[in-house]
């Protein structure tokens, strides 16, 4: 089990903007309009294999960067033009959470009674999977923020609480469902 990164993956989620219409006017409410097109990212996502022999084993590490939820429990809004240098993921790479929240998920455990990495999902998740994980934040990691795991064939439980939103928490777990996202 080698900690080298053999693959990285990517991605934001982004909803729908809030206007798909220019009306007529002037070059201030045109431009305020683009921006208004532009599409909010909520959240930001990133997976890591690790390299055992030749291939990519064992589980990966998932980073998960979010707009942070202000006191006055306002979301703050992120609108990059350029999503790949102003987007979420971009203050994950350089470490600013000025205006967000990270996230990580909690590392299994190696048990060597039945061979295999585990969590404890609390009778929540019956099933083994490579799908299978917990986040919690870079700075609290006994709190677990969103859980995601197997309970059938096609079945699988998703629990999440605040700040994570409904929308947020299912595009997260989506995303573990990309094979070359995934980097399984």
């Known amino acids: 089990f080698s900690s080298s990164q053999s693959a990285s993956a990517r991605t934001a989620l982004s909803g729908v903007s809030a206007s798909n ?28 294999s690790h390299l055992w022999g030749r291939r990519p084993r064992g589980p990966r590490q998932m980073q998960v ?33 000025t205006h967000v929240l990270t996230f990580q998920n909690k590392q299994p455990k190696w048990n060597e009674h039945i061979g295999a990495f585990v969590l404890n999902f609390n009778k929540r998740v019956t099933q083994a999977s490579v799908k299978n994980f917990q986040l919690v934040a870079n700075d609290d990691p006994d709190t677990v923020y969103l859980q ?3 309970v059938g064939k096609d079945t699988f439980n998703m629990d999440f609480r605040w700040p994570l939103t409904a929308f947020q928490a299912f595009g997260i777990c989506l995303s573990s469902f990309d094979y070359k996202l995934c980097c399984e």
């Open 21 to 48: 219409v220019l009306s007529g006017g002037t070059d201030q409410n045109i431009q305020q309009q683009l921006q208004l097109q532009q599409q909010e990212q909520v959240a930001g996502i990133t997976y890591t």
């Open 65 to 97: 960067v979010i707009p942070m939820v202000h006191t006055s429990n306002e979301r703050w809004v992120c609108r990059p033009a350029n999503h790949e240098e102003e987007g979420l993921l971009s203050y994950l790479k350089v470490g600013d959470t």
């Open 148 to 150: 995601f795991g197997r």
